[in-house]
């Protein structure tokens, strides 16, 4: 009895042994795959670091774009009204050239208007000469076309200088 208790304790103690390689084995495997999964969590855990790193970067990209978009939309926005100040100092430009050129024509009438007045008080000028020279006027009718003459040109200086003050 105690031989065969004795064998079966023998064997007990071999499938023992067998348990503990089978569970040693198990353990060394557990571990292993332990060790790959913190590798492999260690590897996503640096790829995810580096894509927020990439987002990260990206974003601040995008930031400085943004900046330098507002800024140009700026410098639009600027041009802009002052290309508007430009076009309405241009159309006052034009407005009073327009002017200008009215007033000059004007002028330019009242000119001839004086040359033709300056000219018509030169004939009777010259007709009061040739008269006074070939003597068929008398003294007061002399005295009258010199007094007439006199306020003529007066009135004619007068406006030739009103016309050249004025331009």
């Known amino acids: 009895a105690r031989r065969h208790e004795l064998a079966l304790v023998g064997e007990l103690e071999a499938e023992l042994a067998v348990v503990r390689e089978g569970l040693e084995r198990q353990q060394e495997e557990s571990r292993e795959q332990e060790e790959a999964r913190a590798a492999e969590v260690q590897e996503k855990t640096a790829t995810n670091t580096s894509l927020e790193t990439r987002i990260w970067e990206g974003s601040l990209a995008l930031d400085e774009k943004e900046a330098e978009l507002d800024a140009a939309r700026a410098h639009s926005m600027e041009v802009e009204r002052q290309l508007g100040a430009t076009a309405a100092t241009l159309g006052e430009t034009q407005h009073r050239a327009r002017e200008l050129e009215e007033a000059s024509t004007a002028r330019a009438a ?3 208007e004086l040359r033709n007045s300056l000219a018509e008080a030169t004939e009777r000028a010259r007709t009061l000469a040739e008269a006074v020279s070939a003597g ?11 007094a007439e003459a006199e306020a003529t040109a007066a009135a004619l200086r007068g406006e030739l200088s009103e016309k050249s003050a004025a331009a």
């Open 110 to 112: 009242a000119a001839d």
């Open 136 to 146: 068929d006027t008398t003294v007061g009718e002399l005295r009258g076309r010199q």
